[in-house]
């Protein structure tokens, strides 16, 4: 837990997977101190049903995986994670003006 504090004390972290076996007051630390400095998170657990557990401590997350990982559904998530929003995929772009005629 030490690195991982050593790496989110840079500031320069988009993403952070964390594995959670239990909710205790470490992991919510670390997870705290990511979003804190705008990170995004991923959690992993060992059971789909522990998320629920999860959001109960307030431990909550933009995308979980579940044990056994794949190479591709890791990469999905985080893919999904840091693309843009749909909601900045709505905004419209703006309208370029021609100079008057006059």
């Not at 959001?55 to 840091?82: G, I």
């Not at 909601?87 to 005629?101: F, H």
């Amino acid at each position: 837990m030490k690195r991982a504090r050593e790496v989110i004390g840079t500031g320069e972290v988009a993403t952070g997977i964390l594995r959670v076996e239990r909710s205790d007051a470490t992991i919510l630390s670390i997870a705290r101190e990511l979003r804190a400095v705008g990170g995004r998170l991923i959690i992993v657990v060992d059971d789909i049903h522990a998320i629920r557990h999860l959001a109960c401590h307030r431990l909550e997350a933009d995308a979980y995986l579940s044990a056994p990982l794949t190479k591709q559904a890791v990469l999905e998530r985080v893919n999904a994670v840091l693309a843009p929003s749909e909601w900045c995929e709505r905004v419209p772009k703006p309208v370029e003006t021609l100079p008057s005629a006059t």
